[in-house]
């Protein structure tokens, strides 16, 4: 064979076990062109634009060089996203990088990936963005000072709740949201271009001047910076974990990435450009959020809207990282590395809702015990050493596996750059400014091999466990999938 096995050794039981004669459950292809956009875009576009552009300012040092990084990010996000347009037409199944991983490198790396992403990564990830959705969303309850975080977490939880509840009942629900949300954050961007314009045509250009002047030009700082540009970008990636209910995914995937990527980069930098139109490098930097601040100067009266903007941007990018992320909760369990009832689809809605449920659980113990901002900091590095480990995979397949079906190629050269920067991404940090937290990380990916032997790779599962997912199965009305044989 070609490719590892579709049913890995390591899974206790298929997911495709249903009795012959009865109708097979599969997630519904409601996922078009216009949503896969959405998605990405949806996804990309989140609190980073209206927060980040002072920190990447901050390390670079002068707004030429910040210009730089955001446009070099965006590159990097096309490139990394054209790569995994080309797996996902070689391996059409849902799960983004654990499933290629698992397809290539085999069920070990595969689990470690699942294990920490579905644990750690994404419900943190959707947990932080849930806290900047409240935090903007209360913030006009509270004027003139700060918000009580009780009332932010209780907002972020309520968030989280009612993700859960659209993404359980409809995945077109579901994506007619991300079109809706994607369409009003698209608007606000716009806005602050095209007052950008206006204040570029009355001759604001004071910043532009010397543009190069106090460039940082430190390895570790170009690092930091990167590391908050790629914040924003963050997203890129995700219509790979839903490919099974792509609508012709060998098309709509290339496409949708061809659309998406450009759109967000050119919008990321025209916003750049229209911030510093209305403000010296010196305010962008001591402001605490660039955006109102550019709201506070340019809109006047009017600038609630930005605050409105904010908060909506992170409401829709977060329903688009809740409904990837319970994805690769899903796919894992199919494969036998998470328990068999996060497998499991509702007989009627069709959705991955126990999947869906546990990473609501998840993020809502995060967002309680608010202890996952400092682990926060290093998703970065987390997303990149696992990035770095699947764009390798694909150099593997082009090389060695040359002859295996795609409908799309990606230029060998892009994937190389994308891995060269996956690896300075992951060591950057660790030579230049070593910390403890790194380490952390580290172990804790590692401490996945405690449970991986005993539990996927020796199947010691204990018998009531089986009892438990029978009535959680009975209780939640949902039954097993199958994958569409591709």
């Known amino acids: 064979a070609t490719m590892r096995k579709r049913k890995t050794t390591d899974s206790p039981r298929s997911s495709t076990d249903l009795s012959e004669g009865k109708e097979k ?31 990447v300012l901050h390390h670079m040092g002068s707004p030429a060089s910040s210009l730089l990084i955001w446009a070099a990010c965006g590159l990097l996000a096309m490139f990394g996203a054209l790569s995994y347009a080309e797996l996902g037409t070689i391996i059409k199944e849902s799960g983004g990088d ?19 992403s579905v644990i750690l990564v994404r419900p943190a990830g959707l947990a932080a963005v849930c806290l900047s959705f409240a935090e903007y969303a209360v913030a006009p309850f509270y004027p003139g000072c700060s918000s009580p975080q009780v009332v932010i977490k209780s907002t972020a939880a309520a968030c989280i709740l009612l993700l859960t509840v659209i993404n359980c009942l409809n995945v077109r629900l579901a994506t007619s949201i991300m079109n809706i949300f994607t369409a009003a954050k698209l608007l606000a961007l716009l806005v602050i271009v095209v007052g950008g314009v206006v204040l570029l045509a009355k001759g604001q250009t004071q910043s532009f001047q010397n543009a190069f002047q106090n460039t940082t030009t430190g390895i570790g700082a170009v690092g930091v910076a990167f590391y908050q540009g790629l914040w924003s970008y963050d997203g890129w990636n995700n219509l790979n ?7 012709k995914p060998e098309v709509t995937l290339p496409r949708a990435v061809m659309i998406a990527i450009p759109l967000v980069t050119c919008l990321y930098l025209l916003v750049n450009v229209s911030y510093l139109a ?11 959020a660039v955006a109102v601040t550019w709201g506070d100067k340019v809109l006047g009266s009017w600038a609630w809207l930005i605050s409105l903007s904010v908060a909506l941007s992170t409401f829709g990018s977060s329903n688009g990282t809740f409904f990837s992320g319970g994805r690769v909760c899903y796919i894992a369990a199919r494969e036998g590395h998470m328990p068999d009832i996060l497998s499991m689809a509702h007989v009627r809605c069709l959705t991955p809702s126990p999947a869906l449920m546990f990473t609501s659980v998840m993020s809502l113990i995060m967002v309680v015990s608010g202890s996952f901002t400092t682990i926060v900091n290093f998703f970065s590095f987390i997303a990149w050493f696992f990035y770095g480990m699947t764009i390798s995979g694909l150099l593997y397949l082009k090389i060695k596996k040359p002859e295996l079906p795609r409908s799309y190629k990606v230029p060998i050269i892009i994937p190389i750059i994308v891995l060269m920067a996956a690896v300075y991404l992951v060591l950057a940090p660790i030579i230049d400014q070593p910390q403890i937290e790194i380490l952390y ?8 091999i405690i449970l991986y032997f005993p539990l996927v790779r020796f199947k010691c599962h204990p018998r009531f466990l089986q009892r438990v997912t029978l009535h959680l199965q009975l209780f939640l009305e949902v039954a097993p999938t199958t994958r569409d044989a591709n």
Do not use: D, H
């Not at 078009?32 to 927060?51: E, K, N, Q, R």
């Not at 403000?279 to 930097?285: I, K, N, Q």
């Not at 990380?441 to 996945?448: A, C, M, P, Q, R």
């Open 98 to 116: 654990y499933i290629y991983i698992l397809r290539i490198f085999g069920p070990f790396p595969a689990f470690l990936f699942a294990y920490t």
């Open 241 to 247: 974990y839903v490919t099974e209910e792509l609508k």
């Open 25 to 55: 459950l599969r997630l519904k292809q409601e996922v078009g062109l216009i949503s896969g956009v959405s998605l990405i875009a949806g996804t990309m576009i989140g609190s980073g634009i209206f927060m980040s552009p002072e920190w």
């Open 278 to 288: 209305a403000m010296t490098p010196s305010e962008v930097l001591s402001s605490g």
């Open 441 to 448: 990380i580290v172990l804790f990916i590692f401490s996945g």
